[in-house]
């Protein structure tokens, strides 16, 4: 091909593609078709079980069952569910853009008419304005990664940098083509796989680079440094694909349904990013050469070859450090774990997590004393934003249609505007999708142990994943020393951090495979030279593909939506402790293996091992102190209390099954700690809550089966009011806040601990003290001029009373009539627009009166 023909092919083929890519883009963008998560919405997740009658599950069944429910979601103006079946007895019904989830939840979910019985499992509702806000934040987060990293390839190859930024920019094209042509859903974990794709196809576009550089070092001409870059990359650039592809299919396989489009976006971006990020960038890079355009400096950034210098850095000895460092790091968290629990979100224990957005800055009291007033008592409230205006709230409980709409349209009553988005989850379902998820890690490592064993040795393979274990092990703990929320999208982290750092590990060995090749070492002090040289070698393109992808994930961290903030975090840790293993610890373990075996090779030959030490793994120090963190870890976890330690104390008899029983004594505790702290004195307060936690976890082995769910809101709460007041610097307010929810959740908790109807007498209605010490404090809060507290309070009441009434009111039906009566009358006073203080005083005097017979004394 002559000079003017391949300067018009360059010309031809990037003009071509950067017009396609011009004029189609917004195209397509906009025909893509977006999520529940983006649009707004309502998704159910049912477990399907045989209809009366029938003892078994026919698929049959199952397909007509998802014909039918399409057929609903068309009647209420759904043009395009997406309506599947997952497993062999799970369906998951998306309905994105529906206004109206009370109506489509009870058309769904009924029985009539379908072949099998349906069972809530999870449930998710997104405002569409929440929707929007999603979508417009995780754009901007994608497009600010985006320019992160082109920018790093510019900065570092420039024109070759350049160019790779196009290719990468037309991969992003087709993988949207892609995604319109298949009619694929563009959910937020494939959102969240199309900006780390751009990281792995600029990541195969770094290996290339740095290669001819490499070759350029060498004195190689600059077509044929480009030449031999492309072709010696090639096996690379295929083995680390090869091996995260095999990830993908495995959590693919594993039928994970959030997590699935995820896995499929990554293994189409793999297929796409080696079209583009490789043979595209080949041809294109082949072409500039030769059209003499641009000197050798400007195209890759290097004017001339550099000599090569012995390199001198100790990677393989650090490795001890490393390793050290890593299980103290482990031990710590893992003892965390066993004293605290883990931070789980609702998608792994029971319960609602709601969140609301309002039209202008609102505190976290007054979200409170709101969703109080709507009768419902939430676990935590958080207020953020960037003005205020969104409040976080999560209940331990799982929050029934009509408590949600009572909150909704509570909130509606004062302000204008108001979007929320509501997740209800059963944790069974999170624990199918974890046992799944293990299920794919342990598919994932067999496949991936074979191929590696195969490609290259067993040796290579063991040391390639024992250190992926060791990455996947350390973020948990830093979860769990930070209390970072745990959610299901963590497990997708953990996957994807088991790809990332199997690309990067399979690239060191690479190199040390070919550098073996061609000089095989003559001793174990060779050998470890290798390796050193080898990693040097491949330092750069390491900590390159690093930096791009934290990039994209820390973009999607600061700046796109809620969701993905854990999610990216933990990715961020993943890849950071991937780089350190594959740096330090995968090669050191190699060592130690190959160091063994090769003194049996040489065993009876003229050669000799150098007499001087090579640091390994066995060595008798290193393993000492392996062997020392290994007890402290062993036996810290057996002499540090677990986060529920059996318990010494009882309970009085008269707790009926199922019930906590009398909460007085733990109330009482909560009551001086919140009177120390509203005196300012938070050291004592911190003392007093502390006999709380000592005879909370005493009680637990009498007190959690009675009513386990039960038994963990109130732990829940316990741990909340013990987290705010053991801070460094505890926030007062804070503080009350949470002890106040405290006091709330034992008064209702504590509801049905009333003495069974066959061992009250007459005309007792049993323990009533919960409710009197309510009454006690709404007067203190009156007396005080609180009547915010006061209404708040004397809410708690009308809850307790209303909770208990099926235990109650057949006890004595006259005596309950006339204390709701009171009550009623009480609460009138309190909440009218300018209360009276004598008249609620006296309101609240009758109904203490009331109370006060009917109680046992």
Partial sequence: MSLSSRRLSFILLTGLLACLVAATFSSLATHVRFGLEFRGGYEIYYVVNPAPGKTRLAKDDLLQTVAILSKRADSIGITEPDIRVEGANHIRVKLAGLTSAEESRSLLGSSQGLPTQLTEKYTQTVGSVLGKTALAETVQAGLIGIACIFLLLVGLYRTAGLIAAFCTLVYLWLLLIVFTASGATLSLSAVVAFVLGIGMAADASIICLERIREEIDLGRSLREAVDNGFKGSLPTIRDANLVTALAMIALFAAGIGPIQGFALTMLVSIVISVATNFLLIRQLMLWLVDTQWVSQRWLIGKSKPRATKARRFNFVGLGKTAIVVSLLTIVSGSLYYRAHGLNL????????????????????????QIMTGAGTIPATVAVGGAQNQHIAVRFDEVLKPADLKQIITAFKGKYQTVEYEENTADPGVARDFATRAIYAVIAAFASIAIYIGLRFSWAIALATLLPIVQDILIVSAIFSLFKFEIDVTYIAALLTIIGYSLNDKIVIFGRIVENVKKSPPVDALALWSLINLSISQTLRRSLYTVLTVVMASTCLYLFACEPLQMFSLALVLGLISGAVSSIFMSSAIWLTLSRRSFRVAKVGSTLKLSPKRVPHLASTPFLGALLFVCTVGVGGWFWVPAQATAGKTTVSASTVTGSLGDL????????????????????????????????????????????????????????????????????????????????????????????????????????????????????????????????????????????NEEQLRPIDPEGWTSIDKSLDRALKQVRTGSPDLTACTEALETLATKIDSKRLH
């Avoid at 319960?351 to 800055?361: E, K, N, P, Y």
């Avoid at 460094?728 to 949470?738: L, T, Y």
Wanted: charged fraction near 25%.
């Fill in 345 to 368: 979100d609702i998608d792994f224990t029971a319960g609602t997590a709601l969140d609301i957005d309002v039209d202008r800055a609102i505190t976290q009291e007054t979200a409170t």
């Fill in 664 to 803: 007085s004594s733990f109330r009482t505790i909560t009551v001086d700690t919140a009177r120390l702290v509203d005196a300012g004195d938070l050291k004592a307060a911190k003392a007093r809550i502390t006999d709380l936690e000592t005879a909370w976890d005493q009680a637990e082995e009498t007190l959690q089966p009675k009513s386990p769910a039960d038994w963990t809101s109130v732990n829940k709460s316990i741990d909340r009011a013990l987290s705010q007041l053991r801070s460094g610097n505890p926030d007062p307010q804070a503080c009350a806040e949470a002890l106040k929810t405290l006091l709330a959740k034992f008064d209702s908790k504590q509801i049905s601990a009333a003495i069974p109807v066959a061992a009250t007498p007459a005309g007792s209605m049993g323990d009533l003290s919960y409710l009197m010490a309510i009454i006690t404090d709404t007067k203190k809060l009156l007396g005080s001029g609180d009547m915010k507290g006061a209404r708040a309070r004397i809410t708690d009441l009308e809850s307790a009373w209303d909770q």
